[in-house]
């Protein structure tokens, strides 16, 4: 799926990242397919395909 390229993304950033499946229902609360959720239960970014650098390099904080 999707979390692939965000898992390469994030290990060759050094970026701790745990990919969780859920079903389909979770997707269609969130209104989007992909969600990055923080260690704090904050959303940082939903979505659907995206480049998995950007979003994690905006995430972190490394790029805005």
Avoid: C
């Avoid at 969600?35 to 239960?41: E, K, M």
């Avoid at 959303?43 to 995430?59: C, E, H, I, K």
Wanted: aromatic share 6%.
């Amino acid at each position: 799926g999707g979390d692939a390229g965000f898992s390469l993304a994030a290990q060759a950033m050094g970026v701790p990242l745990k990919v969780v499946e859920v079903p389909p229902q979770s997707s269609a609360d969130w209104g989007a397919s992909l969600v990055l959720v923080r260690p704090d239960g904050f959303v940082a970014w939903a979505g659907g395909p995206a480049d998995p650098d950007t979003v994690l390099a905006r995430a972190t904080g490394a790029r805005t």
